[in-house]
């Protein structure tokens, strides 16, 4: 029905910056907000960033200042823009949708992609 597809990860040092994207495919009608999500092992996953349809953006405190999100309407994409990276930044960063079907346009639908590892050395 849907993916999301992230890509971008990797390894970089510490002050370095990477620039995630995040592709949504499938039956989709709209999509009200996306995000982005980080989990390390033995955590519960942390919202990093999300966005909506509109352009509202919202930002986990511990990033603020350091990671933009922007969002291309017209190609389903969800950006996170890493600056200023920091060793714990480390983790599994999963894209979020929250969005409706084609043939349910009255529901929302939650989807995760995959998840794309980023590592920040010290």
């Known amino acids: 029905q849907v993916q999301l597809v992230e890509s971008g990860g990797g390894l970089v040092q510490a002050g370095g910056s990477l620039r995630l994207s995040c592709v949504a495919s499938?039956?989709?009608?709209?999509?009200?907000?996306m995000g982005w999500y980080r989990q390390v092992p033995g955590k519960q996953r942390e919202l990093v960033a999300d966005?909506?349809?509109?352009?509202?953006?919202n930002y986990a405190d511990s990033v603020k200042g350091r990671f933009t999100i922007s969002r291309d309407n017209a190609k389903n994409t969800v950006y996170l823009q890493m600056n200023s990276l920091k060793p714990e930044d480390t983790g599994v960063y999963f894209c979020?949708?929250?969005?409706?079907?084609?043939?349910?346009?009255?529901?929302?639908?939650?989807?995760w992609g995959q998840g794309t590892q980023v590592t920040v050395s010290s």
């Open positions: 979020n949708a929250i969005l409706s079907l084609t043939w349910d346009r009255w529901s929302s639908y939650n989807y």
């Open positions: 499938g039956s989709i009608a709209s999509i009200n907000a």
């Open positions: 966005i909506t349809s509109a352009g509202s953006t």
